[in-house]
């Protein structure tokens, strides 16, 4: 990805909240105006999704719900008409039919990144469950 130059002009408050939030996350000004355009730009794109914190870094998450990786694990293995299939998962979750829209949305443009995420936690799983395994002294599967 070629990077270009953007110059902006800020008023004082608002760079100073970008100095102090810098100060906290240990980010550049750089980095950090760049994660919360593009943050905000998917935001805007896709009514309904945040984005959270977490130890595994940030991730896109439902407002009011899960992070958009549960739901899209659940609806890249599930087969059926896709009303069907978000309206059986909104009521198996407790959640709104419109949450679990926003995730299927999100998760149809940005699939490859949520897949790599999937596939990030799965491996970081199996590696914990071989560990335990080794630990109790059972065979590895």
């Known amino acids: 990805m070629v990077s270009k130059h953007l110059s902006v002009r800020l008023d004082a ?3 100073q909240q970008l100095e102090d ?3 906290s996350s240990g980010e550049s000004r750089s980095a ?3 994660r919360f355009l593009e943050e905000g730009l998917r935001m805007d794109r896709h009514p309904g999704i945040m984005f959270r914190p977490g130890p595994a870094g940030r991730r896109p998450a439902v407002v009011g719900g899960p992070d958009v990786w549960v739901l899209a694990r659940v609806l ?3 087969s059926g008409r896709a009303e069907e299939t978000v309206t059986s998962l909104a009521d198996e ?3 709104t039919i419109g ?3 926003s995730a299927a949305r ?3 443009e940005f ?3 949520v897949d790599d995420w999937l596939d990030r936690l799965d491996a970081e799983a199996d590696r914990a469950e071989a560990e335990w395994r080794r630990l109790q002294g059972l065979p590895a599967r």
């Open 13 to 15: 408050d608002l760079l």
């Open 21 to 23: 939030q810098c100060r």
């Open 32 to 34: 950090l105006a760049t």
């Open 76 to 78: 890249r293995d599930r």
């Open 93 to 95: 979750l407790a959640l």
């Open 99 to 101: 949450q679990v829209q």
């Open 106 to 108: 999100y998760y149809e």
């Open 111 to 113: 699939r490859e990144e």
